[in-house]
């Protein structure tokens, strides 16, 4: 007889706050549909804390833990590797066990790389409008740049953050970057083949847009949102009453996450299943 295991493996999400985190959702669609008995669940995990917490992935042979706000940079100095990405973007937001030590990874950006990947869109050489230089900011920026974009135009409301990020990715990476200060309603260049918002504008409660000249947009461009919550912004309106071809924050956050399940499961991840769990939660 086969012996039986009554142990479940198991996933967490360290952050504070966190109740309205809503990985598990697709974690638990995509654990369900590849048939694993597992568990993902969040924990409460105060900054003084984050020590002990990160200790007991290993004390506790956690598969490993996704990271949120506000751990994302504190958690680097916990672990035993970084990975090469995640240490030009100066933040973790996924850890993995694997022979009994931690390896921190960034999946943020990858989620965006991938999406556009999904989507058919090509990154090498295109020119990229970046509005914001917070932390989604910067995972995009640099796996964009390390993907083969041409050029980031990063436009930011401080200058502090938004030069800051120039620079990284000029000292860092190959791509052309500039920085443009953001106290006036933009217009694109037209020679901008894709547009990101990655500031928090747009996120719910808030439905207003990022300030921007809206028929500057062409049909041409690729305009991205990395707001999940809802799916469909007013920005994302804006651009697809004008012809865009756009793509919503869900799709950033299943690919994260799908990264993650390789990562954690060595499985290919149900990706359909994952995103129709999202849009059904945020209905
Ligand atoms: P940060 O706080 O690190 O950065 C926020 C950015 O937005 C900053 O550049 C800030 O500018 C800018 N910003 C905020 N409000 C305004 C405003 N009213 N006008 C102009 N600029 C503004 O946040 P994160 O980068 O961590 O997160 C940003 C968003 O990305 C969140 O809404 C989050 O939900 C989303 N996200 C989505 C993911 C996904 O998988 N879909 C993954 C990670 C994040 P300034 O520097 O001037 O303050």
Redesign the pocket.
């Known amino acids: 007889t086969k012996e039986k295991c009554y142990r479940k493996e198991f996933i967490t999400v360290f952050g504070s706050p966190v109740d309205e985190n809503p990985t598990v959702v697709i974690m638990d669609a995509a654990f369900k549909a590849l048939g694993l008995d597992w568990i993902y669940n969040a924990f409460e995990v105060y900054p003084q804390d984050l020590e002990t917490a990160v200790q007991s992935i290993k004390a506790l042979h956690m598969k490993g833990a996704n990271c949120t706000?506000p751990h994302k940079v504190a958690v680097m100095k916990y672990l035993d590797h970084i990975s090469d990405a995640a240490s030009i973007i100066g933040a973790v937001n996924t850890v993995y066990l694997k022979d009994g030590e931690t390896y921190g990874e960034n999946s943020?950006g990858k989620?965006?790389t991938k999406a556009l990947e999904e989507d058919q869109i090509p990154i090498t050489g295109k020119n990229y409008v970046l509005?914001?230089?917070?932390?989604?900011?910067?995972?995009i920026a640099v796996e964009l740049a390390l993907a083969g974009a041409g050029r980031i135009t990063v436009v930011?409301?401080?200058r502090?953050?938004?030069e800051e990020l120039v620079e990284l990715l000029l000292s860092k990476t190959p791509v052309k970057a500039d920085f443009v200060l953001?106290d006036h309603s933009y217009e694109l260049p037209a020679d901008t083949d894709v547009l990101i918002n990655?500031?928090?504008?747009?996120?719910y409660p808030d439905t207003?847009s990022?300030?921007l000249v809206y028929d500057s947009l062409r049909p041409q461009m690729v305009v991205c949102d990395?707001?999940?919550?809802p799916p469909q912004t007013p920005f994302l309106t804006e651009a697809q009453n004008r012809g865009c071809h756009t793509l919503n924050?869900?799709a950033?956050?299943v690919n994260?996450g799908a990264i993650n399940i390789k990562l954690w499961t060595g499985l290919d991840a149900p990706r359909d299943i994952m995103k129709a769990a999202l849009l059904k939660e945020f209905q």
């Not at 990655?198 to 996120?203: A, E, N, P, Y």
């Open positions: 706000i943020d989620g965006f509005l914001g230089a917070g932390g989604a900011a910067k995972a930011n409301r401080s502090g953050r938004g953001w990655s500031t928090s504008i747009g996120l207003s990022p300030d990395v707001i999940p919550n924050g869900c950033m956050l994260q």
